[in-house]
């Protein structure tokens, strides 16, 4: 019978593979620790993480570098407005099977572990929304038929923020779905220095595999056995709750705040930090460290705000400022020290 | 393996003794914060409170306040703790407390669920309260000053609300001739009690009515009775006493009519003296029933002329009280004494008196003055209403000499409709620059 929190050896063990697994990534990717930190933390609880940032910043080389360190089958689609949904989810075909004819479903290529989907803002919205199902119940229905996609099954998307023609936006339901929305930001020159030293072009990093499928399975298993306490779980909610308006003065030009699904995705997160720091519970420290990468794209600024010049990050950090971790009054009498 | 146990104890117990003291200083922090308010208040209270009894001649000594003063205040606090109390924290949030401010990941409140180890002691482990020292000694220094300056600050004492107020001068007037009237055994000890009862009767009205239309018209009515009453016992006894005196002295030169006469007045003043509405003393009614005026042999002549002497000065101490019961009231004939001075001072009535303490006596200008006095009422004078707020209809504002103030610049026929810019066709219009209220409503419409 498995206990209801990680024991302190599962929790070691994860770590150590966590560290591996960062050492390697980190050999593929240069000056990014932050990114492939937050980008394995969103696959160890489960989440789908949707990358933002220029072309040759080295996106889709961490992912297909995360799919051979975890040896998880991965397949990329290019998404173009072309693309249509079965082109994703898969098409049945009239095959001949003991001569009859009849359809057989051939599956797409998001039957896979990991699916890299380049440029995602480029396919059409109904192409777009072919994900949904995929993303949250991890399973796709062709024809009336359901078919359930392997486990674990991950989307890590990208997407160009300055290319706007030809592009459709996420839709809020789709963008909802993803754990983290991160930024990938341009390499300083030391580390650009260090790829051209290191990397050649076309040239591939070669990538050992680290971590078994099973061991994975086991380090997902671990994280969601990370103990949350009532406080901090409170504190995720006291968050969630002021990004919407009229909640928190910080909210003020919030559209719409974030949802349900974006306290479970913190609660999430904030287990798989833990984990990977290597303590068995979730902490204050770790809500505030991914607060932004989970909630920066769910909240929806009015008109009002974008004019003003505010941004969703911005306003995370001040609900962060905002919200005590305890929700305790401070007396008159005691002031606050300033750290 | 117990090793270990022993230091998790060990650190456990350092830690809540960590937390308790959070706990305390956060505890002390609300209460504190809400008995300051109540100790401001109380001290205003308290101030108010001295100084209104100081004022009224209340002797407060510090030595007496500063026990009240403590006790109100210990009373104030355990209010404040009361109030307080709901906002107490408790051990465990100040646990949580002192693992935010270390940064510890929320392992104090983990190992205290026992869901975790406890993690090693912090030198200094500091909670991140800071008194404000300032708030907290503010309301205590307040307090103690409101209530030293009230027992400090000098005070003019009221006048005392139970001295005696001024009754209407017919009642002392009418105390004082009873008394006269009874010290000269002119009238009874009841009959004095009586008329006093009188006087009292009106003097148990509450004192705001003793000087009200009724009260005065009744002391008055009782005064004016009382005055006729004693002029009628003067007449009476003087009477009685100058037909004594006749029948004495000159009976040899009396007529037989004039005897009778006299006999006739002396029965009639005795009556009269009886059917007095004052109770003559008894002692004098029995001395003058005594005498038999047809025969005054039975009394020796000493004795005769000793009672004539005798109704003769109680007919004088009569009459002396009822001349002149003027208003400056003791009977005395103060009123001739201040017709008097008025006399004199008619005389000398040169102008008006040059004020401080020896002014007077004087008259006013207008009395006695050869020359009439020059107000200028003959003068004409401009009036001007300033406040228009209360001028009415038809007032005049005001008059003002002038042309009428006409645009003398000549202007032409304008063509009306023509457009200064004209744009031609296909041409597109930018605006480059909104005004606030044109991004207002921009605002509004894209929200």
Same mark, same amino acid.
């Given at each position: 019978m498995t206990d209801a929190y990680a024991s302190d050896s599962e929790i070691q063990t994860a770590s150590q593979h966590v560290e591996a697994l960062r050492r390697t990534l980190n050999e593929v990717l240069f000056g990014q620790e932050e990114l492939i930190n937050l980008v394995l933390c969103g696959v160890i609880a489960r989440g789908h993480v949707l990358l933002e940032g220029l072309?040759? @910043?080295g996106k889709t080389e961490l992912v297909k570098g995360l799919s051979k360190a975890l040896n998880l089958t991965t397949r990329r689609v290019q998404f173009?407005?072309? /693309? /249509?949904p079965g082109d994703i989810t898969g098409n049945p075909v009239l095959q001949e099977v003991d001569g009859k004819r009849e359809f057989v479903f051939q599956p797409g290529p998001i039957f896979t572990n990991l699916l890299l989907a380049d440029e995602i803002n480029r396919a059409s919205p109904k192409t777009q929304s072919a994900l949904l199902e995929a993303m949250q119940e991890r399973r796709v229905t062709v024809l009336g038929q359901t078919h359930t996609l392997p486990e674990p099954f991950f989307v890590l998307a990208t997407q160009n923020p300055? !290319? @706007? !023609?030809g592009t459709y936006p996420l839709p809020e339901a789709q963008v909802d779905r993803f754990l983290f929305k991160l930024e990938v930001l341009r390499n300083s020159a030391e580390t650009l220095a260090r790829i051209v030293t290191h990397r050649e072009l076309g040239v591939e990093p070669q990538v050992s595999s680290m971590l078994t499928r099973e061991a994975f399975a086991q380090m997902q298993a671990t994280a969601r056995r990370i103990y949350l306490p009532e406080i901090v779980a409170d504190y995720i909610a006291r968050v969630v709750d002021a990004t919407h308006p009229g909640q928190s003065a910080a909210a003020a030009g919030v559209r719409f705040g974030a949802s349900p699904r974006a306290a479970l995705s913190l609660a999430a997160a904030s287990k798989a930090r833990a984990l990977m720091q290597g303590r068995p519970n979730a902490s204050f420290e770790d809500v505030q460290a991914l607060a932004l990468p989970v909630l920066n794209h769910r909240i929806l600024l009015d008109y009002t705000a974008r004019m003003d010049g505010k941004t969703s990050a911005g306003i995370v950090r001040a609900i962060l400022a905002e919200v005590p971790v305890q929700n305790l009054a401070t007396p008159g009498t005691l002031k606050e020290a300033a750290r | 393996m117990n090793a270990d146990m022993t230091n998790q104890v060990q650190l456990s117990t350092a830690w809540m003794q960590q937390a308790r003291r959070t706990r305390r200083k956060v505890n002390a922090g609300w209460w504190l914060a809400r008995a300051m308010p109540l100790l401001v208040i109380a001290g205003l209270a308290g101030f108010a409170v001295i100084f209104v009894l100081r004022s009224r001649g209340v002797d407060l000594p510090w030595q007496r306040v500063w026990p009240w003063a403590a006790g109100g205040g210990a009373i104030l606090m355990v209010a404040g703790w009361l109030m307080a109390r709901r906002q107490f924290i408790s051990t465990a949030q100040a646990l949580v407390r002192l693992e935010s401010e270390l940064r510890l990941h929320n392992a104090l409140t983990v190992a205290a669920a026992g869901r975790g180890a406890w993690p090693a002691l912090i030198e200094?482990? &500091? &909670?991140?309260w800071r008194w404000r020292w300032q708030t907290v000694g503010g309301p205590f220094a307040a307090y103690a000053a409101s209530l030293a300056l009230a027992l400090w600050l000098p005070v003019a004492q009221e006048a005392d609300a139970k001295a005696p107020v001024v009754e209407p001068q017919a009642w002392g007037q009418m105390e004082s001739w009873m008394e006269k009237l009874q010290e000269e055994q002119i009238v009874t000890e009841e009959e004095k009690e009586e008329q006093l009862a009188k006087i009292s009767d009106l003097r148990d009205q509450p004192p705001e009515k003793w000087f009200s239309h009724e009260s005065l018209n009744a002391g008055d009515t009782l005064k004016e009775q009382l005055q006729r009453d004693i002029q009628k016992l003067a007449q009476d006894l003087s009477t009685a006493e100058r037909s004594l005196n006749a029948l004495q002295n000159y009976a040899d030169q009396l007529s037989v009519a004039a005897k009778e006469q006299l006999l006739k007045d002396f029965d009639q003043a005795l009556a009269d003296m009886k059917a007095n509405a004052l109770e003559i003393d008894p002692k004098l009614m029995e001395a003058l029933a005594g005498i038999d005026p047809k025969d005054l042999k039975g009394l020796s002549k000493e004795q005769m002329d000793q009672l004539r002497e005798s109704m003769k000065k109680k007919a004088g101490e009569c009459n002396g009280l009822c001349e002149n019961p003027g208003f400056l009231g003791d009977g005395e004939g103060e009123d001739d004494k201040l017709a008097e001075m008025l006399g004199k001072m008619e005389g000398e009535g040169e102008g008006p008196g040059n004020g401080g303490i020896t002014r007077g006596p004087g008259t006013a200008? %207008?009395? %006695?003055?050869?020359e009439e006095n020059d107000f200028g009422t003959n003068k004409t004078e401009a009036v001007s209403n300033t406040d228009l707020s209360r001028a009415r209809v038809g007032d005049l504002m005001a008059i003002q000499d002038g042309k009428h103030e006409v645009d003398k610049t000549s202007a032409g026929p304008q063509a009306a409709g023509a457009v200064q810019n004209t744009g031609e066709g296909g041409q597109q219009v930018w605006r480059e620059s909104l005004t606030p209220e044109e991004k207002a409503v921009l605002k509004r419409v894209f929200r």
């Amino acid at each position: 019978m498995t206990d209801a929190y990680a024991s302190d050896s599962e929790i070691q063990t994860a770590s150590q593979h966590v560290e591996a697994l960062r050492r390697t990534l980190n050999e593929v990717l240069f000056g990014q620790e932050e990114l492939i930190n937050l980008v394995l933390c969103g696959v160890i609880a489960r989440g789908h993480v949707l990358l933002e940032g220029l072309p040759g @910043l080295g996106k889709t080389e961490l992912v297909k570098g995360l799919s051979k360190a975890l040896n998880l089958t991965t397949r990329r689609v290019q998404f173009t407005p072309d /693309l /249509l949904p079965g082109d994703i989810t898969g098409n049945p075909v009239l095959q001949e099977v003991d001569g009859k004819r009849e359809f057989v479903f051939q599956p797409g290529p998001i039957f896979t572990n990991l699916l890299l989907a380049d440029e995602i803002n480029r396919a059409s919205p109904k192409t777009q929304s072919a994900l949904l199902e995929a993303m949250q119940e991890r399973r796709v229905t062709v024809l009336g038929q359901t078919h359930t996609l392997p486990e674990p099954f991950f989307v890590l998307a990208t997407q160009n923020p300055i !290319e @706007l !023609e030809g592009t459709y936006p996420l839709p809020e339901a789709q963008v909802d779905r993803f754990l983290f929305k991160l930024e990938v930001l341009r390499n300083s020159a030391e580390t650009l220095a260090r790829i051209v030293t290191h990397r050649e072009l076309g040239v591939e990093p070669q990538v050992s595999s680290m971590l078994t499928r099973e061991a994975f399975a086991q380090m997902q298993a671990t994280a969601r056995r990370i103990y949350l306490p009532e406080i901090v779980a409170d504190y995720i909610a006291r968050v969630v709750d002021a990004t919407h308006p009229g909640q928190s003065a910080a909210a003020a030009g919030v559209r719409f705040g974030a949802s349900p699904r974006a306290a479970l995705s913190l609660a999430a997160a904030s287990k798989a930090r833990a984990l990977m720091q290597g303590r068995p519970n979730a902490s204050f420290e770790d809500v505030q460290a991914l607060a932004l990468p989970v909630l920066n794209h769910r909240i929806l600024l009015d008109y009002t705000a974008r004019m003003d010049g505010k941004t969703s990050a911005g306003i995370v950090r001040a609900i962060l400022a905002e919200v005590p971790v305890q929700n305790l009054a401070t007396p008159g009498t005691l002031k606050e020290a300033a750290r | 393996m117990n090793a270990d146990m022993t230091n998790q104890v060990q650190l456990s117990t350092a830690w809540m003794q960590q937390a308790r003291r959070t706990r305390r200083k956060v505890n002390a922090g609300w209460w504190l914060a809400r008995a300051m308010p109540l100790l401001v208040i109380a001290g205003l209270a308290g101030f108010a409170v001295i100084f209104v009894l100081r004022s009224r001649g209340v002797d407060l000594p510090w030595q007496r306040v500063w026990p009240w003063a403590a006790g109100g205040g210990a009373i104030l606090m355990v209010a404040g703790w009361l109030m307080a109390r709901r906002q107490f924290i408790s051990t465990a949030q100040a646990l949580v407390r002192l693992e935010s401010e270390l940064r510890l990941h929320n392992a104090l409140t983990v190992a205290a669920a026992g869901r975790g180890a406890w993690p090693a002691l912090i030198e200094k482990a &500091d &909670d991140g309260w800071r008194w404000r020292w300032q708030t907290v000694g503010g309301p205590f220094a307040a307090y103690a000053a409101s209530l030293a300056l009230a027992l400090w600050l000098p005070v003019a004492q009221e006048a005392d609300a139970k001295a005696p107020v001024v009754e209407p001068q017919a009642w002392g007037q009418m105390e004082s001739w009873m008394e006269k009237l009874q010290e000269e055994q002119i009238v009874t000890e009841e009959e004095k009690e009586e008329q006093l009862a009188k006087i009292s009767d009106l003097r148990d009205q509450p004192p705001e009515k003793w000087f009200s239309h009724e009260s005065l018209n009744a002391g008055d009515t009782l005064k004016e009775q009382l005055q006729r009453d004693i002029q009628k016992l003067a007449q009476d006894l003087s009477t009685a006493e100058r037909s004594l005196n006749a029948l004495q002295n000159y009976a040899d030169q009396l007529s037989v009519a004039a005897k009778e006469q006299l006999l006739k007045d002396f029965d009639q003043a005795l009556a009269d003296m009886k059917a007095n509405a004052l109770e003559i003393d008894p002692k004098l009614m029995e001395a003058l029933a005594g005498i038999d005026p047809k025969d005054l042999k039975g009394l020796s002549k000493e004795q005769m002329d000793q009672l004539r002497e005798s109704m003769k000065k109680k007919a004088g101490e009569c009459n002396g009280l009822c001349e002149n019961p003027g208003f400056l009231g003791d009977g005395e004939g103060e009123d001739d004494k201040l017709a008097e001075m008025l006399g004199k001072m008619e005389g000398e009535g040169e102008g008006p008196g040059n004020g401080g303490i020896t002014r007077g006596p004087g008259t006013a200008p %207008l009395t %006695l003055s050869k020359e009439e006095n020059d107000f200028g009422t003959n003068k004409t004078e401009a009036v001007s209403n300033t406040d228009l707020s209360r001028a009415r209809v038809g007032d005049l504002m005001a008059i003002q000499d002038g042309k009428h103030e006409v645009d003398k610049t000549s202007a032409g026929p304008q063509a009306a409709g023509a457009v200064q810019n004209t744009g031609e066709g296909g041409q597109q219009v930018w605006r480059e620059s909104l005004t606030p209220e044109e991004k207002a409503v921009l605002k509004r419409v894209f929200r």
